[in-house]
């Protein structure tokens, strides 16, 4: 992919996940909630790790250990996405599901976790994240957003 078509495709998801943020914002997750085989979409805040402004991004998540388990797949991308550097770098993050908004602890899955977690939960669910992970050739980081009392 050139140079010119990498940004335009940036360009493309940015504008898009804005307009998919405003939506489920606005119908309180009525309108982009779910996503493909039933995954439930949620919204997640965190700091930009240059600028430190907030950051939203509508992610799939799967429920894991009393929390949501979110994947970095960046559309199976080579490189990890923007969000998922963010994550790794934010203290705790803001979720959304649906109508409500609350603060969360953020774990990052490493080693035999992570791949139990990708294959047992992520792929059980929706097979075709067996099929990104293969396309990106690396492994897709995962993380696990708690709630975290208020």
């Not at 705790?92 to 649906?98: F, I, K, L, P, T």
Request: glycine letters at 14%; a positive charge.
């Amino acid at each position: 992919m050139s140079t010119q078509q990498s940004t335009v495709r940036h360009r493309m998801m940015h504008t898009g996940n804005r307009l998919g943020v405003s939506l489920y914002r606005h119908s309180g997750g009525r309108i982009g909630g779910h996503g493909t085989g039933g995954v439930r979409v949620i919204l997640v805040t965190v700091p930009g790790r240059r600028t430190g402004l907030p950051r939203t991004t509508p992610v799939g998540a799967f429920p894991y250990q009393g929390g949501l388990l979110v994947v970095g797949s960046g559309s199976a991308s080579p490189q990890e996405p923007d969000w998922f550097r963010n994550l790794r770098k934010a203290a705790r993050a803001e979720v959304q599901v649906g109508k409500e908004t609350y603060a969360a602890g953020i774990r990052v899955l490493t080693g035999a976790e992570r791949d139990s977690a990708f294959h047992d939960v992520v792929v059980a669910q929706v097979p075709r994240y067996g099929t990104y992970e293969a396309k990106c050739g690396r492994p897709m980081p995962l993380a696990v957003l708690t709630r975290l009392p208020s």
